[in-house]
């Protein structure tokens, strides 16, 4: 039987992926164990999924770990997933220095606690020049976040004359994101069965395949990577356009 790495058409690997990292808890509660270590073990999947998915030429993987609107989770787990955000990155700092890993977060991170920002930053400074993939830490991230943020630093500046109201088009405002120079992502993955966007990339996903899987982030390791990036490659993209134009 071929796996579904074998099926993959290696010059058509997505550039940049984004998953929406779902169902830790209710993974760990099936198990009889308590939220947390739905998220423990999640950290493993983190593990696996950034060496596989740089392992097979992705450039931009982008996860959603910590929602703006996950502040308003019971205290302990929000402290509880802070702490593993750093063991977490820790961990992985080894990993991703040897596979060429380029770390950085997006996100509202003046709302971390400063010890949190500072190891984190530690990575980002320690990665910085690697060349390999980049890993975008979307961490107290929200889209509607990152959009009025952007609304108001152009207001800000076509204000004081910094900028031209007829310069603003989509490549302009791509660039008052905190995403800026990283590409759109080609596929987005959800896990654990949900099928919403959540408030996340949602001026970037304009035109991202989106792939819901029913299996939990937990469970979610190289194999199932690798058979969601399958059903990407067998999608057609027209971009608005229609399909006997692709083909021309
Ligand atoms: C959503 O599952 C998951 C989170 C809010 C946390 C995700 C974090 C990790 C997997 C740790 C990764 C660590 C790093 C450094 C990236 P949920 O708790 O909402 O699950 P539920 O919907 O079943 O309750």
């Known amino acids: 039987m071929t796996t579904f790495l074998e099926q993959l058409d290696k010059n058509r690997i997505p550039t940049s992926v984004a998953i929406i990292m779902d169902g830790n808890g209710r993974w760990a509660k099936k198990q009889g164990k308590n939220r947390v270590f739905g998220h423990q073990t999640g950290v493993e999947s983190v593990d696996h999924v950034m060496e596989a998915a740089a392992g097979i030429g992705i450039k931009y993987l982008t996860l959603y770990a910590f929602s703006t609107e996950n502040w308003n989770r019971p205290i302990n787990e929000v402290n509880a997933l802070m702490d593993l955000f750093v063991t977490a990155i820790n961990s992985y700092l080894e990993k991703m220095l040897s596979h060429n890993i380029r770390m950085v977060i997006v996100g509202d991170i003046d709302r971390l606690s400063e010890k949190t920002r500072n190891n984190m930053q530690m990575a980002i400074d320690k990665t910085a020049g690697c060349t390999g993939m980049t890993l975008v830490l979307a961490i107290s991230y929200s889209s509607r976040w990152e959009i009025v943020r952007a609304v108001k630093n152009i ?94």
């Open 155 to 248: 207001a800000a500046e076509v204000k004081d004359g910094k900028l031209n109201l007829d310069d603003i088009d989509d490549a302009c405002f791509s660039n008052y994101l905190a995403t800026k120079g990283i590409p759109d992502p080609d596929l987005l993955i959800r896990t654990s069965g949900e099928l919403r966007i959540s408030n996340f990339l949602m001026w970037q996903l304009s035109y991202s395949e989106l792939y819901f899987t029913d299996v939990c982030w937990p469970e979610f390791r190289e194999e199932q990577l690798y058979e969601a990036i399958l059903d990407y490659q067998n999608r057609e993209r027209r971009f608005g356009k229609t399909s006997e134009q692709l083909t021309k």
